[in-house]
């Protein structure tokens, strides 16, 4: 559990925390809901290594969650520039579509990671295409039956 990582991590000797340490901190944060504890640890973890490569997508995780879409964007941008098949970075362009209300290439994002990544970036995607699914057999079936309940207003007025 997260709680036992954030203990298992607080037990790593100070002079042992590198730039993946930060990154695993801050990912546990992230987990935790405890975002600015999150961008605390991703600071340090791009103090040490500018040019680590799952950092910057967990900082965009974190702008994502505060709401903070188009920062988000711009350093996703970036990240996809210097590492564009990082599953990190997919998955991170997988959250920001979904803030956009971007179904379409959230779906692809995750799809993309999958086919890269580990079995729980493919268990993920599975969830989130089911998710999607949902999402948009919902949103036709509400936009439908709104179409009709105005077609059906005009008609009798």
């Known amino acids: 559990n997260a709680t036992g990582a954030i203990k ?10 590198n730039a993946d340490y930060y ?4 990912a546990t944060n992230l987990y935790r809901g405890e975002t600015k ?14 040019d680590h490569p799952q950092a910057p997508a967990l900082r965009a995780t974190t702008l994502i969650a505060t709401g903070d879409i188009d920062q988000a964007g711009q350093l996703l941008d970036r990240a996809a520039t210097s590492a564009p098949r990082d599953t990190s970075v997919l998955i ?5 579509a979904q803030a956009r209300f971007d179904l379409p290439s959230a779906l692809a994002s995750a799809e993309e990671a999958a086919a890269l990544g580990s079995a729980f970036v493919r268990v993920l ?5 089911s998710s999607f699914s949902t999402h948009c057999t919902q949103r036709r079936t509400t936009t439908a039956s709104a179409t009709s309940t ?4 005009a008609t009798s007025q």
């Open 92 to 96: 991170a362009r997988s959250y920001l």
């Open 8 to 17: 298992t991590l607080g037990d790593v000797p100070t002079d042992a925390r």
């Open 150 to 153: 105005t077609t059906a207003r």
């Open 37 to 50: 504890r999150a961008r605390g640890a991703l600071d340090q973890a791009l103090k040490q290594q500018p």
């Open 125 to 129: 995607s599975r969830a989130c295409r």
């Open 23 to 26: 990154t695993q901190l801050a």
